[in-house]
């Protein structure tokens, strides 16, 4: 079979597009690194764990069962769909979470009122009767008044102080719900539901799901890890945000500075999950176990530590040791609480997983994105550019009030880099655009099962479009297969390369500076970071700074006609 890496945007709901797409893509590709943020990190985890179970052996009908997760979902239960009932509230926050689906299933704000007044009606009641009270004291003076027009005065003003009592109801009843929220969501871990099965009832909590479905396609008894994956040939990657040091960071953690508190994470976690994560590990002098490396980390606690999606699912809280803080003279530093949310606050398209500058097979990736006029077929729900010049162009968001002002500040600081990444040649003719309308995905909860059964297909629709494209024999009249993308990546990266080339043999020749050979071969030793090999390396240094100048920098070999946008050489750290 043919390679492939595959990258999976975050959506919450919008995940149901990824298993037919998946599905679709396993038919001719392996999947080899595997990567995905929020939703996207349910489906990434889903597709490891299938990959897993055809490559061990141990589930050769994996993706089969993938597949078949899209109706699962779409399906009810009880008159639920499913895919609903994934996200089960705490005692302590299902008041709030109620409320929310009210207007997510209805959209009407009388029910919606209804709900409100029935759920948190402490001082509703009270501020009610005295509007009430003063409404019927105007309305008997009017009856009393001898003077007709006094009267119907009088009158008016007994039913606008009955509406103000009702508005007055409503916002004694909004205030509470915002106090009760004030108060419990941060004794919650700040979210409204934290992924374990709280309902009696055929459909577990999601956690529990995940864990069960991950088992299940890899054919396995116990929590599957990285380091399972890892061992039949298969990455996974997630990302998840730091709250706390206010940073994004890749699942596996490269660098592990945290620790986990078992009885807090066993309230998130089945008890095998976490019994996974100890190991043979012996808890630090404040009852701390380590953060399991890539060897040994659940790849279902990656994904929860990914689709944290702010108030609807719990953070997650980890533990490390401020080093920067200056503490007493003999007291012992104490660990600190760091919480993880969703990683779509700081990546959730993070479209530059595993992209090497020139790559040896296709990084395909699915985006969510809203359907706009810029389409402008009103039926198209799938889109990938068809030549070097589409897709080019940037998405235009409507600013026409203060909200969508406040709404594209949030969008921008979210998602610039994503959005900058999709316009770059070489990455934006592997990237398929699932187009979803207002009411399609993302926080659409109460989607019927005709809706999601749309979303699935689009999935499928764009891994075919993918599939075909850079595989051996794409169709007709396609310009953009895996040749063209391989020529462009080319172009794009050898740009790239020249001008950083040109800034190097700068630094190496220029002589109203020092000059970094100088640097290296000079003979007093480097202030730090010293090698035992500095001679070997000013052989190589000098032998380097001649072949940029000469053949690079003196003679450019890409002069005209590169990929737009061109790209830039940076250093950047990893998450």
Known sequence: MKKCDLVMKGGITSGIVYPGAVAELAKEYEFVNIGGTSAGAIAAAVTAAAEYGRKSGKNANAFAGVKALSGWLAGSEGGRSRLLQLFQPSAATKPLFDLAIAWLETKNLVKVVRKLLATFATYAGPAFVIGLGAAAIAGVAAWKTPSLLLGILLLVVALALLALGGVAAVVASVGEAAKYAWDVLPREQF??????????????????????????????????????????????????????????????????????????????????????????????????????????????????????????????????????????????RQPEVCWFSDGGISSNFPVHFFDAPIPRWPTFAINLDNWTKRYHDDGQRVYVPDSNRSGIVARWRSVTSLVSFFGAIVNTMQNWRDNMLLHVPGQRDRIA???????????????????????????????????????????????????????????????????????????????????????????????????????????????????????????????????????????????
Request: proline share 9%.
């Open 191 to 332: 979210g409204m539901c934290n992924g374990a099965t709280h309902e009696r009832g055929p459909v577990p909590g999601l956690t529990q799901w995940l864990h069960e479905k991950i088992m299940e396609l890899a054919g396995v008894n116990d929590a599957l890890t990285c380091g399972d994956l890892e061992s039949v040939g298969v990455h996974l990657e997630m990302m998840t945000t730091n709250l706390t040091w206010g940073r994004p960071h890749r699942l596996p953690f490269e660098q592990n500075h945290f620790f986990f508190d078992a009885a807090e994470l066993r309230r998130l976690f089945p008890e095998a999950v976490v019994q996974r994560m100890i190991g043979s590990a012996a808890p630090n002098a404040d009852g701390l176990y380590p953060f399991p490396d890539a060897a040994n980390l659940p790849i279902v606690v990656a994904a929860r530590m990914s689709l944290s999606f702010p108030v609807l699912l719990t953070a997650l809280p980890l533990r490390a040791y401020d080093y920067g803080r200056k503490w007493p003279a003999g007291t012992p």
């Open 433 to 575: 655009h699932v187009l979803l309308l207002g009411d399609e995905g993302g926080l659409n909860l109460t989607m019927d099962e005709t809706q999601m059964t749309s979303l699935a297909s689009r999935g499928a629709e764009a891994a075919q479009i993918l599939g075909a494209r850079f595989g051996d024999h794409p169709p007709a009249g396609t310009k953009l297969t895996w040749t063209n993308h391989k020529w462009v990546r080319f172009l794009s990266f050898m740009g790239a390369l020249q001008r950083s080339f040109a800034s190097i043999d700068n630094a190496f020749v220029d002589a109203d500076v020092p000059r970094y050979p100088d640097l290296v071969c000079g003979s007093e030793p480097p202030p730090s970071y010293d090698s035992a090999k500095t001679q070997a390396m000013c052989a190589a240094v000098t032998d380097f700074a001649k072949h940029i100048h000469e053949d690079f920098a003196q003679q450019p070999f890409v002069k005209e006609n590169l990929p737009k946008p061109p790209l830039d050489l940076r250093a950047m750290p990893r998450e």
